[in-house]
């Protein structure tokens, strides 16, 4: 495509980013989908684990293939859900909370070096493009279907 499309923009912004999430993670022993996964559970409480697919925008077969994956390696446990019989509660072992520090370090690190390229009026602007976006696929406005 010759033009710029938004669409376009988005996708290649997130690769970059992703891309440099995972080169980071590598430092950690981590990989950018575990430390996502780490910093969705609560680090007191734990989470629910049927909380954690939608929370993180995951289908339930991927996230099943990380939880396994980071509770082999130590950084969590599953427990019973005191409220619920049947759920279960994810919650971070120590190593899985020292692991949760260094992702969001790397986070903060890269949002505070985008805050010190960017205005802060552009800031609040890209997020509130970023909300509009949003609200016009969840409220289904972009495609919609028709009846034949």
Same mark, same amino acid.
């Given at each position: 495509?010759?033009?710029?499309?938004?669409? %376009?923009?988005?996708?290649?912004?997130?690769?970059?980013?992703?891309?440099?999430?995972? /080169? &980071?993670?590598?430092? %950690?022993?981590?990989?950018?989908?575990?430390?996502?996964?780490?910093?969705?559970?609560?680090?007191?409480?734990?989470?629910?684990?049927?909380?954690?697919?939608?929370?993180?925008?995951?289908?339930?077969?991927?996230?099943?293939?990380?939880?396994?994956?980071? &509770?082999?390696?130590?950084?969590?446990?599953?427990?019973?859900?005191?409220?619920?019989?049947?759920?279960?509660?994810?919650?971070?072992?120590?190593?899985?909370? &020292?692991?949760?520090? /260094?992702?969001?370090?790397?986070?903060?690190?890269?949002?505070?070096?985008?805050?010190?390229?960017?205005? /802060?009026?552009?800031?609040?602007?890209?997020?509130?493009?970023? /909300?509009?976006?949003?609200?016009?696929?969840?409220?289904?406005?972009? %495609?919609?279907?028709?009846?034949?």
């Amino acid at each position: 495509m010759k033009d710029l499309t938004i669409d %376009y923009a988005l996708r290649a912004t997130w690769q970059a980013v992703s891309k440099m999430y995972n /080169e &980071e993670a590598k430092n %950690y022993g981590l990989t950018m989908a575990i430390g996502f996964t780490l910093l969705s559970i609560d680090p007191k409480k734990g989470t629910p684990s049927t909380a954690l697919g939608p929370k993180m925008g995951m289908e339930a077969t991927s996230l099943s293939r990380i939880l396994k994956n980071i &509770e082999g390696k130590g950084y969590i446990q599953r427990k019973p859900n005191p409220n619920d019989g049947r759920g279960v509660l994810i919650h971070l072992t120590a190593l899985g909370l &020292e692991k949760r520090e /260094e992702s969001k370090s790397v986070v903060l690190r890269f949002n505070e070096v985008v805050k010190e390229h960017v205005e /802060e009026e552009d800031l609040q602007s890209f997020f509130k493009i970023v /909300e509009v976006i949003n609200k016009l696929i969840s409220d289904k406005k972009v %495609y919609i279907k028709t009846t034949n």
